[in-house]
């Protein structure tokens, strides 16, 4: 995985991990420097009301 990380690293582009599951996950990937973390962990799952109401608050 760090092998995958760091070649992605030198194309300049953002690192962004999906799909985690646990905090083990994403505490190896920020020490890895993946710039964007998406998942459990991030956040779960929320309503589409959720979402829309953080969107207008400027949280997300």
């Keep these: 995985m760090a092998a995958i990380i760091v070649r992605a690293s030198s194309l300049c582009r953002p690192i962004v ?26 956040s779960r799952p929320l309503p589409t009301v959720e979402v829309q109401r953080r969107r207008l608050q400027g949280s997300i």
Excluded: I
């Design 17 to 42: 991990a999906e799909g985690l599951y646990d905090s083990q996950q994403a505490d190896f990937l920020r020490r890895q420097h993946c710039d964007k973390l998406d998942g459990d962990p991030a």
